[in-house]
């Protein structure tokens, strides 16, 4: 079965593996020799390929592949190595495409691809402050009110300019006292 990404086949894969880490917290006894581990479960699986497009068909493959990554969005993926590893959906993390010198037909692709988990609602729905959007508007209201107060102030100050111009000039006139 050839590897898909969506309703994309993934012509000619030459290579493709899987990465797994664990994400542990190390906790030390203050004034203790030994430490403690936390499990903090394990971070998304990502998966690199690479493979080679030829053909006629190449141009439309490398023009559909870099939409789904432009997308940005979760894609279902579809392979025989990921299929023990319970991956279901991938974000495109990175794409790297390279025409393959002398053959125009030829052009290789790199995809690392991150598993997409589905983030997981808040038990208690109660805890969250609903009222902090409109706290968040009436800050900014007040920050935006207070920019358009000081763009008037900066513009009504250019009347002042002759006479204060005027009186510089003749404060550098002035005679400096010296000292002794």
Same mark, same amino acid.
């Given at each position: 079965?050839?590897?898909?990404?969506? #309703?994309?086949?993934?012509?000619?894969?030459?290579?493709?593996? &899987?990465? #797994?880490?664990?994400?542990?917290?190390? +906790?030390?006894?203050?004034?203790?020799?030994?430490? +403690?581990?936390?499990?903090?479960?394990?971070?998304? &699986?990502?998966?690199?390929?690479?493979?080679?497009?030829?053909?006629? #068909?190449?141009?439309?493959?490398?023009?559909?592949?870099?939409?789904?990554?432009?997308?940005?969005?979760?894609?279902?993926?579809?392979?025989?190595?990921?299929?023990?590893? +319970?991956?279901?959906?991938?974000?495109?993390?990175?794409?790297?495409?390279?025409?393959?010198?002398?053959?125009?037909?030829?052009?290789?692709?790199?995809?690392?691809?991150?598993?997409?988990?589905?983030?997981?609602?808040?038990?208690?729905?109660?805890?969250?402050?609903?009222?902090?959007?409109?706290?968040?508007?009436?800050?900014?209201?007040?920050?935006?009110?207070?920019?358009?107060?000081?763009?008037?102030?900066? &513009?009504?100050?250019?009347?002042?300019?002759?006479?204060?111009?005027?009186?510089?000039?003749?404060?550098?006139?002035?005679?400096?006292?010296?000292?002794?």
């Amino acid at each position: 079965m050839r590897p898909m990404l969506d #309703d994309l086949e993934l012509p000619q894969v030459q290579e493709i593996g &899987t990465y #797994d880490r664990r994400a542990l917290a190390e +906790h030390q006894a203050p004034g203790g020799d030994g430490s +403690h581990l936390q499990d903090l479960g394990r971070r998304p &699986t990502r998966v690199a390929l690479w493979g080679v497009a030829t053909g006629d #068909d190449a141009p439309a493959f490398v023009d559909k592949l870099e939409a789904k990554f432009r997308a940005g969005t979760p894609f279902d993926f579809v392979a025989d190595i990921t299929a023990d590893a +319970h991956i279901e959906k991938v974000v495109i993390d990175d794409l790297q495409l390279q025409q393959i010198a002398g053959r125009p037909d030829r052009t290789a692709f790199v995809l690392s691809l991150r598993q997409f988990l589905e983030p997981v609602e808040p038990a208690d729905l109660a805890a969250i402050d609903v009222g902090i959007l409109d706290d968040a508007t009436a800050l900014m209201s007040g920050l935006v009110d207070g920019l358009a107060l000081g763009q008037e102030f900066v &513009t009504n100050l250019e009347r002042f300019v002759p006479t204060l111009s005027e009186l510089l000039d003749r404060l550098q006139k002035l005679p400096r006292p010296q000292h002794p």
